[in-house]
């Protein structure tokens, strides 16, 4: 059983002690995020080239490293965004922050201090990606095998500091399900399509799991975004 309201509880408690009340961070109003996440995932403009990114990916396969340490699964992330704009190992961009703040209260980390692109956002896929240039946060690909999975969790509070994009190489081997309050069970994302970047609306619980081996994209960018993402959604 899913207890939703100690997944809110526990994260607001970490979001507090991150620190991210006392910075006066630029954030996304509580009206323009819901004017804005009119449902769970919602389509952009933006597709990727599966196939050419597949190709293109392997010249970083050293790079990825295990997401959740704390974590026995078979999940991998590579920084898009990270401190330095330099790929290095072990780097703080690939792993849950709600994480890090728990186990670090004394150096607390948010999306918002990751704003260095690395090498691998200029690989030809990820072109289309160009129009948040100046406005990226921590973002990040995922390498899920079979069986990894992620919890069931939140990423932001409302109002939010940044927004979520995410994108899969391959829908049949990703579910993805977010808390339906009317049955009271996490309920699957129909009609996922491979390529396409999604809005994601992180501030409802959700969770996921891997069939087999899948990318996904995990895109963070900064509240300056939010009349760039508001065009590119497909109403």
Not at 158 to 171: E, K, V, Y
Request: glycine share 4%.
């Amino acid at each position: 059983m899913i207890n939703v309201d100690s997944i809110l509880d526990l994260t607001k408690r970490v979001f507090k002690e991150s620190g991210a009340l006392d910075r006066r961070l630029d954030v996304v109003s509580y009206f323009e995020y819901l004017q804005l996440h009119k449902t769970f995932l919602q389509p952009t403009s933006i597709k990727i080239d599966v196939d050419q990114f597949l190709t293109e990916i392997k010249t970083y396969s050293n790079y990825f490293e295990k997401w959740g340490k704390d974590f026995d699964l078979p999940r991998y992330g590579l920084a898009l965004v990270n401190q330095t704009g330099v790929l290095h190992t072990p780097d703080r961009a690939n792993g849950s922050l709600m994480e890090w703040n728990k186990n670090n209260p004394d150096q607390p980390l948010l999306e918002v201090d990751f704003t260095k692109p690395t090498p691998v956002l200029n690989i030809p896929s990820l072109t289309p990606l160009s129009v948040f240039e100046g406005q990226w946060y921590r973002s990040n690909i995922f390498k899920l095998e079979k069986g990894a999975l992620f919890y069931p969790h939140v990423d932001t509070m409302i109002p939010s500091p940044w927004l979520r994009l995410w994108a899969t190489t391959d829908p049949s081997n990703t579910v993805v399900r977010v808390w339906d309050e009317e049955t009271k069970s996490m309920k699957a994302v129909d009609g996922i399509e491979a390529g396409r970047v999604y809005l994601l609306d992180s501030s409802l619980v959700h969770d996921a799991h891997s069939s087999d081996t899948v990318y996904q994209l995990f895109l963070c960018v900064s509240p300056c975004s939010y009349d760039t993402v508001k065009r590119l959604l497909w109403n």
